[in-house]
């Protein structure tokens, strides 16, 4: 009964590889998110979705594309990985509710990337 | 733009110290402010959150009181247990965008 979910946990590949990290989340939230969070702890919003559609871009390379085939899911795909791009990702969802703020946001647990 | 300004660390405290995490935001709207944890290997936890000015989030131990005239948010508890040790986010939401601080290292002693 997760609640946000994450595959994989870790994930250690070569720079120039494509590889996609998958989210799901059965909230039934409407917005979803992907933020990353490097080697010192900073984290970084990268990516969010509000019904499939696509409601914040950050300054993301664009070898980052993320990918929403239902409100549920935010799968986030990743072209030429690099040394850099290694890092912590995490997904996350809250309930939008235009007339209210100050939504939670719910976080899953992180996929760890190693890029070698 | 937004941001958020945290006690930089590691905080390193005996069991039942008193803590706090000095918070303050920058922002133009009128921001919501969180604090989550981030226990080691796990995703963020909401720990405690305001919606505006003089409102007091508390969870677990934890409070934190949205201070507009000082732009401040900051994370207090009267005595801290080995299972505190964690990560410490402050954050601020605009239209539901979180800005989060550089998080802040805490570890309690036995």
């Known amino acids: 009964d997760t609640a946000v979910s994450q595959t994989p946990k870790y994930l250690v590949t070569q720079m120039g590889n494509d590889k996609s990290i998958k989210c799901e989340q059965n909230?039934?939230?409407?917005?979803m998110y992907w933020y990353k969070q490097d080697s010192k702890k900073f984290l970084k919003i990268m990516f969010s979705y509000n019904n499939k559609e696509l409601i914040i871009n950050e300054t993301v390379p664009n070898r980052f594309s993320p990918k929403s085939p239902d409100k549920a899911h935010l799968n986030l795909h990743i072209n030429s990985l690099e040394l850099g791009d290694s890092a912590v990702y995490f997904c996350?969802?809250?309930?939008?509710?235009?007339?209210?703020?100050?939504?939670?946001?719910?976080f899953g647990p992180g996929t760890r990337l190693l890029v070698l | 733009g937004d941001s958020v300004t945290q006690m930089e660390g590691p905080v390193t405290l005996s069991e039942e110290a008193f803590l706090t995490i000095n918070c303050t935001y920058t922002a133009t709207g009128y921001p919501s402010l969180f604090w989550y944890v981030q226990y080691p290997g796990e995703g963020l936890q909401l720990l405690l959150k305001?919606?505006?000015?003089?409102d007091k989030g508390s969870n677990k131990g934890f409070e934190a009181t949205y201070r507009k005239e000082t732009t401040s948010f900051h994370l207090e508890k009267g005595s801290v247990q080995v299972s505190d040790s964690a990560v410490y986010f402050c954050a601020l939401s605009d239209r539901n965008k979180l800005s989060f601080g550089a998080g802040t290292t805490v570890t309690v002693r036995a």
């Open positions: 305001a919606t505006k000015a003089d």
């Open positions: 996350a969802s809250s309930q939008e509710v235009r007339a209210r703020r100050g939504e939670t946001q719910y």
């Open positions: 909230l039934g939230h409407d917005t």
